[in-house]
């Protein structure tokens, strides 16, 4: 294969709308028409008006096998965990959860905007752990917005959450090599993040609309796209300014998957061994309010 500068668009689709707890949805992945990006496992978007004193519908729940990236663009979110963790999200902040052996969570509203309601901007993005640290102690750590490097480049800026982009760092240490950027760039805003050719990659449009060269549609809010292993970097060029861009890349894992619900592990008997730990309280609680 033929290595170019740039990666092509294997893959192009709008996000499938659906409902967490009656908080609004887009499913970027997996769904039909789009399996995992080892080594990530799942993405949805979301971008939606809360009313006021909206309840939380995300009531506590486990996971296991692999870890969570919240990314709070607008609005806020609260956390809690098994691990006594408790706060807010704020706007530009994360929350990066390894649920590993067990962790329980779930999502607050008793903070002020939760009560006042508002636009609710972000993303879940699920990170797979390869079989030797599935079933290593759980952490979680929630990093403010002021703690993200935030890199200037032509055009805008890059927030680079995980890993090494346009020479800034992020303070978070990864389990598996990756990156994740969020970009916010001006219209005609040319952006190129060189990557290994052996990494899988993809892009999701928060805001706005980019074209990715040899693509001749837009790809507009609320839709992603998988990028092929057959360039050196990704490249887009913004058509609005204010226009946002999540970037995700990461070295594949390679391992079977086998994944139920809020569990993901490497065999079927290992699901089985999670529902009876979790039922008997093996990963945690939360404290009764």
């Not at 995980?162 to 950027?181: D, E, M, R």
């Not at 970097?233 to 861009?245: E, H, I, L, S, Y």
């Amino acid at each position: 294969m033929t290595v170019e500068d740039h990666r092509s668009v294997q893959a192009h689709l709008p996000g499938i709308p659906g409902d967490v707890g009656g908080f609004s949805v887009q499913r970027m992945f997996p769904r039909p028409g789009a399996d995992m990006v080892d080594p990530f496992l799942f993405l949805d978007f979301f971008d939606t008006k809360v009313p006021p004193n909206f309840p939380s519908g995300h009531n506590a729940h486990p996971h296991r096998g692999f870890e969570t990236v919240s990314v709070v663009m607008k609005g806020e979110i609260g956390y809690r965990d098994s691990l006594g963790n408790r706060g807010v999200l704020k706007p530009g902040s994360v929350e990066w959860m390894t649920a590993a052996k067990g962790i329980v969570h779930d999502a607050h509203d008793d903070h002020e905007f939760a009560k006042s309601g508002g636009e609710v901007m972000g993303l879940q993005l699920w990170v797979n752990l390869p079989a030797r640290l599935k079933m290593m102690d759980p952490a979680a750590r929630y990093i403010p917005g002021s703690a993200i490097p935030r890199q200037a480049i032509p055009g805008g800026e890059a927030r680079v959450i995980a890993g090494t982009a346009h020479g800034a760092q992020s303070p978070h240490t990864t389990h598996v090599p990756l990156v994740l950027v969020d970009y916010t760039v001006a219209c005609d805003a040319a952006v190129r993040l060189p990557l290994p050719a052996s990494w899988n990659a993809f892009a999701l449009v928060c805001q706005g609309a980019v074209r990715i060269p040899g693509q001749e549609q837009w790809i507009k809010a609320g839709e992603f796209v998988r990028l092929n292993n057959d360039g050196h970097a990704v490249v887009f060029t913004a058509a609005a300014d204010g226009t946002r861009v999540f970037i995700g890349a990461g070295e594949p894992i390679g391992e079977t998957v086998a994944s139920q619900g809020p569990f993901v592990m490497n065999t079927q008997q290992e699901l089985v061994q999670a529902h009876r730990d979790y039922s008997a309280g093996r990963m945690g609680s939360l404290p009764m309010e």
